[in-house]
């Protein structure tokens, strides 16, 4: 099974400042038809989780572009640019390269 | 609107049985595959099972295989998750999601079940 590990699990920082958040994987996540399924989720306080970045870089729809991913094989980012108030939350890295999918364990971002 | 909408959560008794519904709308449901992710209360998030477009194939994390069965309605817009011989660690709230290749795009806003006697 693939393990995936996000560093770090708590982010404080500062409104208008950049955040980043890692996520490696015990094994590389590129597939056999040459796509690498890394994708981004981020859930709000009582929220259910909402996709931000698919195939390492690719935002979902509506999501502004203040966040960003970027990566490869077995080490990924997801970048905030600039931190609003509507960030707030717990950022989750998921790979369905291989069964059974898996998530980090999660990045709690706060603001300080 | 594209809306992922579960149902069926509840208490359940330890060995006890519950169905999951997910009622799919605003989209061609049997254009995608779905999975069920499931989250312990303050846990994170577990992958729980997945099923394709059609229904023919399945996978199941290890947790669940041989208690747990995808399944879907694509007349009716609807997956299920039937969960058998339940215990307290499958207490969580249960989502259903839209899976366009290798991503989970669209999430309910998910059903609790609490396993406990």
């Known amino acids: 099974d693939i393990v995936m590990t996000q560093t770090p699990l708590s982010s404080p920082v500062t409104l208008g400042q950049p955040a980043s958040i890692s996520c490696r994987s015990s094994?590389?996540?590129?597939?056999?038809?040459?796509?690498?399924?890394l994708s981004w989720l981020q859930q709000r306080p009582g929220q259910p989780p909402r996709l931000l970045i698919y195939?390492?870089?690719n935002r979902f729809s509506g999501v502004p572009d203040r966040f960003s991913g970027s990566g490869a094989g077995t080490d990924f980012t997801l970048k905030i640019s600039r931190v609003e108030a509507e960030d707030v939350g717990v950022y989750y890295c998921?790979?369905?390269?291989?069964?059974?999918?898996?998530f980090g364990q999660g990045t709690k971002l706060e603001i300080k | 609107e594209v809306k992922l909408l579960e149902s069926g959560g509840g208490l359940v008794q330890p060995g006890g049985s519950l169905r999951l519904s997910c009622a799919a709308s605003?989209?061609?449901?049997?254009?995608?595959?779905m999975n069920w992710v499931r989250q312990a209360p303050g846990k994170g998030l577990e992958w729980v099972a997945v099923?394709?477009?059609?229904?023919?194939?399945?996978n199941y994390a290890d947790a669940v295989r041989g208690r747990f069965t995808i399944s879907r309605d694509n007349p009716k817009n609807t997956l299920y998750l039937q969960m058998n011989s339940l215990r307290a660690e499958d207490t969580a709230v249960y989502y259903c999601?839209?899976?366009?290749?290798?991503?989970?795009?669209?999430w309910g806003q998910g059903t609790m079940v609490t396993v406990s006697s």
């Open positions: 999601t839209r899976e366009p290749a290798g991503t989970c795009d669209i």
């Open positions: 605003g989209f061609t449901f049997n254009n995608y595959a």
């Open positions: 099923i394709t477009m059609t229904g023919d194939g399945t």
């Open positions: 094994q590389s996540l590129v597939h056999s038809d040459g796509n690498t399924y």
């Open positions: 195939k390492i870089s």
């Open positions: 998921m790979q369905a390269t291989q069964f059974p999918y898996s």
